[in-house]
């Protein structure tokens, strides 16, 4: 089926599948050779060349929900993010990096840049002065992340791409947090969009996946870097991925409601600190976030009173589940503190808005009301231990 125009969730249901032309089966067939005949193909089929049918059909849909000419699959986000960047990178070339990004991305910056020479500076906030200033003759790329983890700030993707077109620049986007449901960077003129597929685009806690999006000329220039080092996706798991994609509209915008919800409700308790959530109207980038989203995602963080353990509050929720991940139909609850923001010293950490109290909430799909009673128990567990008047 040709990725036209149609609606979410029919292009989640349909777009790119494989015809089982033999048997009449309803979703596509999985094909699991790593050899195929040469005759006929100009780009000879192989796994680690991108280019197996069910590679193909699932790379179809992604294009078609970001609007842009080619999709491709990859074994984990990071394997996406880090083509992404190499293949446009080269010796002498620098790079602007929002400075809230994912920790592996930083973490694939800072330890493996200066080995290929290639320089980068992290952008001071997130308004276009923060990001113009560090643009210099040598920049090649700029790479933004929106909303961002944890504490969900928007970045203007309309003000990114005129920077990029002013100074000739690729734009790129890790697109993970929205999902394709929530925001299409490419309506702004971003270039190349990226995701974990592992999060909503997976949404089951159980597949490590990464996807791109771009014009044809831009992928071309991945695919060629893609291809010698390797990092494709099993043909298993991305006819997995293509039967979680099916649902993904559904899903995403179930949580979205119940992030609103549960982001209204726990602004409202007397326990809770603060809440970041970009559909909170008391979010300082909500403005932004209406202007360029179509949903808030599933993602929320809070932070408790700091007279509350975040530790024991977190070992009292029954229903939601610490976890490292994200996205899946599952609430998680994780602590920046102690995970992903753990090497930083508590002053570093405040520096960047990230108080030890503050938990990062993944919202799933259960009823919002069994949440809230979740979290009430829970509250009501730590005020008592701690003998703390209610
Ligand atoms: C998880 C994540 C990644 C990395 O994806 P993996 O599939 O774990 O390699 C990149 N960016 C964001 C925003 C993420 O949440």
């Not at 089926?1 to 032309?21: F, L």
């Not at 390797?230 to 649902?247: A, C, I, P």
Request: aromatic share 8%; net charge neutral.
């Amino acid at each position: 089926m040709k990725p036209k125009k149609r609606g979410i969730n029919t292009i989640c249901t349909h777009v790119g599948e494989v015809a089982d032309t033999q048997f009449k089966g309803a979703v596509s067939p999985l094909f699991m050779s790593s050899s195929y005949a040469y005759e006929d193909v100009a780009v000879k089929r192989y796994p680690r060349y991108f280019n197996t049918p069910n590679q193909e059909a699932l790379g179809r849909k992604i294009a078609a929900l970001e609007e842009k000419e080619v999709g491709m699959l990859f074994g984990s986000g990071m394997a996406a993010v880090s083509a992404c960047l190499l293949s446009f990178l080269h010796q002498g070339d620098h790079v602007v990096v929002q400075h809230d990004i994912y920790g592996g991305t930083y973490n694939f910056i800072v330890e493996e840049f200066e080995k290929y020479g290639i320089s980068y500076d992290f952008s001071e906030g997130l308004s276009q002065e923060g990001f113009a200033a560090k643009i210099n003759e040598r920049t090649k790329v700029i790479y933004v992340e929106t909303p961002s983890n944890p504490l969900m700030r928007i970045v203007d993707l309309e003000m990114i791409n005129e920077l990029a077109k002013a100074h000739g620049l690729v734009s790129m986007i890790d697109n993970t947090f929205a999902s394709p449901i929530n925001q299409r960077p490419g309506d702004f003129g971003m270039d190349i969009v990226i995701h974990s597929a592992t999060k909503y685009m997976g949404g089951h806690s159980d597949i490590c996946a990464g996807a791109v999006a771009a014009s044809e000329a831009h992928m071309d220039t991945i695919w060629n870097f893609a291809k010698n080092t390797g990092g494709s996706l099993s043909d298993y798991t991305v006819w997995l991925l293509e039967r979680s994609m099916k649902t993904m509209a559904i899903r995403v915008k179930a949580q979205n409601k119940n992030a609103k919800r549960m982001a209204k409700w726990l602004d409202a308790h007397s326990l809770i600190k603060k809440v970041y959530y970009p559909g909170l109207k008391s979010h300082s980038n909500y403005a932004l976030a209406k202007k360029q989203m179509k949903g808030y995602t599933g993602m929320l963080s809070f932070e408790l009173l700091p007279e509350l353990d975040p530790k024991k509050f977190m070992k009292q929720l029954q229903l939601i589940k610490p976890s490292m991940s994200l996205a899946g139909v599952e609430s998680t609850i994780l602590s920046p503190a102690e995970t992903s923001h753990a090497l930083l010293t508590p002053e570093a950490r405040a520096a960047q808005g990230i108080s030890d109290g503050l938990l990062r909430f993944s919202v799933g799909i259960e009823e919002a009301k069994d949440l809230q009673v979740d979290i009430s128990q829970a509250l009501e567990s730590v005020t008592k231990r701690q003998k703390i008047a209610l």
